[in-house]
């Protein structure tokens, strides 16, 4: 897949990213955003390179996917019930 948009960075609400299209590990040829955000050690790959698409889209797509994951990171964490206590409310229900 040719390349439409070579890597690039912006800055947005105070965070720097650096996005650039790449193939993932596998060797598979489809081409994936892979991009960095200042503050955050990690390298993620949230979608495909679109053929067309503009550095605005990239960038907001990015925003957007980047945004709901720190949403889902700083809700508090649900622990599941032990099979045990389902047990328990499942037969109390009958």
């Given at each position: 897949?040719?390349?439409?948009?070579e890597?690039f960075?912006?800055?947005?609400g105070?965070?720097?990213y650096v996005?650039?299209?790449?193939?993932?590990?596998?060797?598979?040829k489809e081409?994936?955003?892979?991009?960095?955000?200042s503050g955050?050690?990690q390298?993620?790959?949230?979608?495909?390179?679109?053929?067309?698409?503009?550095?605005?889209?990239?960038a907001?797509?990015?925003?957007?996917?980047?945004?709901?994951?720190?949403e889902?990171?700083s809700?508090p964490?649900?622990?599941?019930?032990?099979?045990?206590?389902r047990?328990?409310?499942?037969?109390?229900?009958?």
């Amino acid at each position: 897949m040719r390349r439409t948009i070579e890597a690039f960075e912006f800055e947005h609400g105070g965070r720097t990213y650096v996005c650039s299209p790449e193939a993932r590990a596998g060797g598979k040829k489809e081409m994936w955003w892979w991009f960095r955000v200042s503050g955050d050690a990690q390298r993620y790959a949230p979608f495909e390179v679109v053929a067309g698409e503009s550095r605005d889209a990239v960038a907001k797509r990015v925003v957007e996917w980047h945004a709901a994951l720190l949403e889902r990171r700083s809700a508090p964490a649900v622990s599941p019930q032990a099979w045990w206590q389902r047990r328990k409310q499942a037969a109390s229900g009958e």
